[in-house]
């Protein structure tokens, strides 16, 4: 199947600052990607959507202005967490599709803010 | 609005045994993906299978199968003769293919298979 790269796979960092995890495909033309976090034995639960050139769209719940995400080109996007706090300590997984196809998933980001 | 169930939040197994994860799935849209990933304790997402609604023949690849019963809203997963590196956790998903572009996740089941 498809390759999507996400990095860093795991961060720690300190209460207040911010953290960029990027979601690359690596061999095909993302047009949509999806940014879901996972709590611990917990299902994945979307967080946005983002079509390249656009501005993502947000699920109910979720503070855009904490969780930036940027897709500026067809096999990037990044998620911003900004001012970090420890309830943002979470698993976060990317997913690209091209079109109609499946979805493929990224390695996972495990963040611990302390 | 989609929902999908996975109601086995756990399953132990000895190896070799065969073991049947069920997944139910409730849609209004009349055509639909079904999807089954497994995600080991590393983290990853490992895509297993894609299965379009039309699409009710079962399927089999390798120690993997998959039965869809369209009639029950079901897309039972069966691993034959378990071993240790199929223990994950394993998520069912639903996708319409009309619009939109969220995948609904069950809640997952983890496998786990003992010596």
Redesign the interface.
Known sequence: GAVVSQHPSRVICKSGTSVKIECRSLDFQATTMFWYRQFPKQSLMLMATSNEGSKATYEQGVEKDKFLINHASLTLSTLTVTSAHPEDSSFYICSARQGRSEAFFGQGTRLTVV | AQKVTQAQTEISVVEKEDVTLDCVYETRDTTY?L?W?KQPP??????LI?RNSFDEQNEISGRYSWNFQKSTSSFNFTITASQVVDSAVY?CALIP?GGG???T????T?LKVEL
């Open positions: 993906y999807f990933y590393s983290g990853e997402l490992v895509f894609r998520f293919t572009n969220k995948l996740f069950g809640t997952g983890q």
